[in-house]
């Protein structure tokens, strides 16, 4: 009975935890949520990659959190751009009078993290110097504080993220290959969100939700036209970036919708000529979402053409508002000129 009720708390704690990951049901995020949550009780060192805000810190903590380990720490690290010498005292510790300024003996994150999991974030970024100490840690499981002669044994589970390939930071000598198979064991790679579009949507809501909540402030949600720009656009800076433009959306609203007219005009504008140019004339044999794009494109500047670049006219007839049609154009790079040049 008593094992048959934590084991049912675990579940919820860990369906929670992966439940903060959102994403569509046809999104490759799904299989790899289900991988991750399949290697979480195996002590087996894992490497996150994938760019800038695609959810790496949220996937480690989950795996974390559905871990035996659970009920200890989870120390993160930023590993980029910190010289060596404070990084390693941060990682490993120092004794009294380690070095110049070290005044007090300092107990490494390692050491606090013992029984826990410790996430090297960055890791990509580290120096050569500072790769050698990570693996002889790594090896003999013992740290020892800089200026000390005192080891100890710690035991931790190591994941590591960086939004660099680290195969090519191999092959070009700035990242030890040892240190990296000794890493990626299990290694876990999130696609940018310009990848998987389908959760855009799925994503934008649940944002939408939770600062709604934090801010006080209620709407119904976004314009089928905001949302059909979002799914749109790059994101390079993927999920975190996406919460910026949402959260921006949401205080500068003043319906009780959010339109397309709140997104930063970086949105609305989209890829850029070079990629329109693409869809348009060499990818013809595009999925489902090109295809469609070009087809807009191409009715637009049709019915432009026909109301002689009249946008009043022109949005009346498409069934848009002119600040809805701005946007289109915006998006597809359609002025007069250019149009006048692609007829
Ligand atoms: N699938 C997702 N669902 C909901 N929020 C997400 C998702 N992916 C990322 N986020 C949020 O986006 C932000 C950036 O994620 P983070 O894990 O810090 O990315 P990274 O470590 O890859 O830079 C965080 O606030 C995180 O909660
Ligand atoms: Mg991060």
């Not at 940018?192 to 709604?212: E, N, W």
């Not at 656009?233 to 003043?254: D, K």
Request: aromatic share 6%; hydrophobic share 35%; charged share 30%.
């Amino acid at each position: 009975m008593d094992t048959q009720l934590r084991r049912k708390r675990e579940q919820l704690k860990d369906r929670h935890r992966f439940d903060n990951i959102v994403c569509a049901p046809d999104s490759p995020m799904v299989g790899i949520c289900e991988q991750v949550r399949q290697i979480a009780p195996y002590d087996i060192p894992v490497l996150v990659t994938g760019e800038s805000g695609t959810g790496k810190e949220l996937i480690t903590r989950a795996l974390h959190y559905s871990s035996h380990r659970a009920d200890k720490p989870f120390v993160l690290e930023n590993c980029g751009a910190m010289p060596v010498q404070l990084l390693e005292s941060e990682l490993f510790g120092h004794a009294r009078g380690a070095f110049t300024g070290a005044n007090t003996e300092r107990v490494g994150l390692l050491e606090q993290a013992d029984g826990g999991t410790v996430f090297l974030d960055e890791i990509g970024d580290t120096s050569l110097e500072f790769q050698v100490k990570l693996l002889r840690f790594l090896q003999e499981g013992e740290i020892r504080p800089l200026g000390s002669n005192r080891s100890r044994k710690v035991t931790v589970r190591v994941i590591s993220a960086t939004n660099r390939n680290l195969e090519d930071e191999v092959r070009k000598g700035r990242f030890r290959e040892d240190l990296f198979y000794r890493l990626s064991a299990m290694p876990v790679h999130l696609p940018a969100l310009r990848d998987r579009a389908m959760d855009i949507p799925v994503i934008a809501q649940a944002i939408l939700k939770s600062v709604m909540e934090a801010y006080g402030k209620q709407v119904n949600g976004f314009s089928e036209e905001a949302l059909a720009c979002m799914c749109e656009y790059h994101w390079p800076g993927n999920v975190r970036e996406l919460e910026n433009e949402v959260r921006r959306m949401l205080v500068m609203s003043t319906g009780d919708e959010l339109g397309a007219n709140l997104l930063s005009s970086r949105v609305l504008k989209g890829g850029g000529d070079s990629e329109l140019e693409d869809e348009l004339l060499s990818d013809v044999e595009g999925n489902l979402k090109n295809r469609v794009e070009m087809l807009e494109a191409r009715i637009l500047k049709e019915t432009l053409i026909r109301h002689r670049w009249n946008k009043s006219q022109a949005a009346l007839e498409l069934g848009l508002s002119r600040v809805g049609l701005r946007a289109k154009l915006e998006r597809y790079g359609l002025e007069p000129g250019t149009l006048n040049q692609s007829n």
